[in-house]
């Protein structure tokens, strides 16, 4: 639904782990904060957030998109390293958890993507990205966030 991303107005800081190899069998994970804001755009149609890494000296943004013809959102990635990311994940939240998919690829190698949104409440909530090679039959997860709310 149109407003199933507003709980993430606003400010926030983060705790970001991230696999430190992608795809290739690794366990071990590095740890990083992030600072977000986030606002709504398009009367509620969308929201923007901007996701800073100071310690790693680079910046995200996503912008989320609201279609209610298919009763889902499209999210798209952009980072101030290599730009945005096409194409978009797309899904909806059922039950309190969002799961937003899509084909992509990585290093050369097509993969599936997800993004799973959890654990919300007014003062936190999660978000994990995880990668599959083989269609969606088995899945790594590769980041993590937690995320709590300022101010």
Same mark, same amino acid.
């Given at each position: 639904?149109?407003?199933? &991303?507003? &709980? ?10 991230? !696999?430190r190899? /992608?795809?290739?069998?690794?366990a $071990? ?45 499209? !999210?798209?990635? =952009? ?9 978009p ?10 799961? &937003? ?5 990585? $290093? ?5 993507? /997800?993004?799973r ?5 007014a ?7 995880? &990668?599959? /090679? ?5 899945? $790594?997860t590769?980041?993590? =966030?937690?995320? $709590?709310?300022?101010?």
């Amino acid at each position: 639904m149109k407003t199933d &991303f507003d &709980f993430f107005i606003g400010t926030w800081n983060s705790r970001q782990r991230r !696999l430190r190899k /992608v795809l290739a069998g690794c366990a $071990e994970w590095d740890e990083f904060p992030g600072v977000t804001r986030c606002w709504s755009v398009l009367d509620g149609g969308g929201n923007v957030d901007d996701l800073r890494f100071p310690t790693l000296g680079y910046s995200g943004l996503t912008v989320r998109l609201w279609d209610e013809q298919r009763d889902e959102w499209s !999210l798209y990635w =952009a980072n101030s390293r290599t730009g945005l990311a096409l194409p978009p994940q797309v899904g909806r939240f059922t039950d309190g958890v969002g799961i &937003f998919t899509g084909d992509d690829e990585y $290093e050369g190698r097509p993969i599936r993507v /997800v993004y799973r949104w959890s654990d919300i409440t007014a003062r936190s909530c999660r978000w994990e990205q995880a &990668f599959s /090679v083989d269609g969606g039959t088995t899945w $790594e997860t590769n980041w993590i =966030a937690e995320f $709590e709310r300022t101010g």
